[in-house]
């Protein structure tokens, strides 16, 4: 058994029962992450539309493909032909021409908000205070269909220090849930890394995205 389907095995052992393993495979070469598909992972996460869509040419559909970068407004229509989930949605602009481009390629694309959680200027997503507007916009967009949030959460290299974080995320969702906003239908909060899913499942999360703990240290 290769050390790739080694880890996978661990983790699908490891995780609870309701957490999703998402392979997170920025910069790994498409038989990597082919070889963690064979070993059960069923979601790939991808930062980059083209790196995707030479992986997808070598694996196919046997996982779900899951956008989990900064996506620009121009990538927007060759990331819906790609991908099943675009997890990132960080503003009613990127919002619409999703939709837009969804809209034209007959198809409704699941989405989540992306949440700065920390509140870091340097960083992407939405301020937690912000969440409920934009679902309440998005909800109105017919090709989309907002599914749950996502943060990443603190770069720390105590797990803990992200823990603040994963709580104001479950908050969030939380809200959302109390909201009950037509055509809004929950089912995702998707934080955690290497470093610290184990923290963010503790806080709620039922998707965790692996990058290294799967596939050792980036080249």
């Given at each position: 058994m290769s050390a790739i389907a080694e880890n996978v095995r661990r983790l699908l052992a490891e995780l609870p029962t309701g957490v999703r393993l998402m392979a997170a495979a920025k910069a790994r070469r498409p038989v990597e992450v082919l070889e963690a598909v064979e070993a059960?992972?069923?979601?790939?996460?991808?930062?980059?539309?083209?790196?995707?869509?030479q992986?997808?040419?070598?694996i196919g559909r046997r996982a779900e493909w899951h956008f989990i970068g900064h996506?620009?407004?121009?990538?927007?229509?060759?990331?819906?032909?790609?991908?099943?989930?675009i997890e990132t949605v960080d503003s009613l602009r990127l919002g619409r021409e999703i939709?837009?481009?969804?809209?034209?390629?007959?198809?409704v694309m699941p989405v989540l908000i992306e949440v700065n959680s920390g509140r870091e200027p340097q960083k992407f997503g939405v301020p937690p205070q912000e969440v409920a507007s934009l679902a309440r916009e998005l909800a109105g967009l017919a090709h989309l269909r907002l599914e749950g949030v996502m943060t990443m959460g603190r770069l720390a290299g105590d797990p803990e220090e992200s823990r603040p974080d994963f709580q104001e995320t479950k908050r969030v969702y939380d809200q959302l849930h109390g909201l009950t906003i037509p055509g809004v239908r929950l089912t995702t909060l998707s934080m955690g890394m290497t470093e610290s899913y184990r923290v963010a499942i503790e806080e709620g999360a039922n998707l965790v995205r692996l990058g290294t703990?799967?596939?050792?240290?980036?080249?």
């Open positions: 059960g992972v069923l979601l790939i996460g991808e930062n980059y539309v083209q790196e995707a869509a992986a997808l040419a070598v996506l620009q407004t121009n990538k927007v229509r060759a990331a819906v032909e790609v991908f099943d989930m939709d837009k481009r969804s809209a034209e390629a007959g198809k703990r799967i596939f050792g240290p980036r080249p």
